[in-house]
């Protein structure tokens, strides 16, 4: 059987949309990430309709043969337009950010969303950062005899506040207790691949308006690479999300949904 990854469709009660977007998580999410934006994104704009995605082996989308990869991850996306139809625009955020960029090589749509996700090759530093998290986890004993017993185990080993937060919201229960909702293995392959994938060439061939939101937080934007990415095409765009951090839909939805809105008005 052909795998298409979980989604759930997120418009406006009521109301029958006429354009389509994908929305997809980063490494270690899942589609409900992005619930509470979306219900009020389409309250605001009733003629769409938000897909969201559990992307390969998160959430509810198990059962995905290898490669584990950003180019993998794209493909499943175009064989959900066969349920779902083609979007009109798509949205990702860090590693989403990427496999919406390979999706838009692959499908024709309007515009294409990048949420704080660096489009090249990631530094040392943002390899390693992510690196410990894998390692943390691997190293926390799933799966947890209760929910509650998660967090403490995280806070023991030094995890930060924020980080055992975002895991309390990634955990399912199973016959043998509460285990991560994502397959860590097949996580730690993509995120590795998405480490090592320059985007920039498809940049330079932008069919669709691709956009840029960088979190004013994040240092990775250096002054540089918002000055190529400014030059690279005229299609290309960028925008900054004033204090936000990584977390942009989290850190500042109201700022997000003024930067998006005048595009999907």
């Keep these: 059987m052909t795998f298409k990854p979980a989604h759930s469709v997120v418009q406006a009660p009521g109301t029958e949309p006429t354009k389509l977007a994908f929305v997809l998580h980063g490494i270690l999410g899942h589609q409900k990430n992005w619930r509470s934006f979306a219900r009020r994104w389409v309250a605001q704009h009733p003629d769409w309709a938000l897909i969201l995605v559990d992307l390969r082996n998160h959430g509810l989308s198990s059962g995905a043969k290898g490669p584990h990869s950003v180019q993998s991850a794209a493909e499943d996306l175009v064989r959900l337009t066969e349920t779902t139809g083609i979007p009109n625009a798509v949205i990702g ?85 509460f285990d991560w909702s994502f397959h860590l293995d097949h996580c730690r392959e993509m995120i590795e691949d998405y480490f090592t994938l320059d985007t920039l060439p498809i940049l330079e061939e ?27 095409h005229p299609k290309v765009h960028t925008h900054k999300l004033n204090n936000a951090g990584h977390w942009v839909h989290v850190d500042n939805p109201d700022g997000l949904r003024q930067i998006l809105r005048p595009f999907f008005t």
């Excluded at 860090?94 to 949420?115: D, N, P």
């Excluded at 660096?118 to 929910?147: C, D, M, W, Y």
């Excluded at 308006?209 to 937080?217: Q, R």
Aim: proline fraction near 4%; hydrophobic fraction near 40%; include cysteine.
């Design 93 to 177: 955020h860090s590693f989403g950010g990427k496999v919406a960029l390979v999706f838009s090589t692959l499908c024709t749509m309007e515009q294409c969303w990048i949420l704080d996700s660096i489009p090249t090759v990631q530094s040392t530093s943002a390899k390693e950062e992510l690196r410990v998290v894998f390692r943390t986890l691997e190293n926390a004993g799933a799966p947890f005899a209760t929910r509650e017993e998660m967090p403490l185990i995280l806070r023991a080993q030094g995890v930060t506040e924020s980080l055992v937060l975002w895991m309390t919201t990634n955990l399912k229960r199973t016959e043998v207790g």
């Design 206 to 232: 932008a069919s669709s308006d691709i956009h840029f939101v960088h979190a004013e937080k994040n240092h990775q934007w250096s002054p540089e690479l918002l000055k190529q990415l400014s030059e690279i």
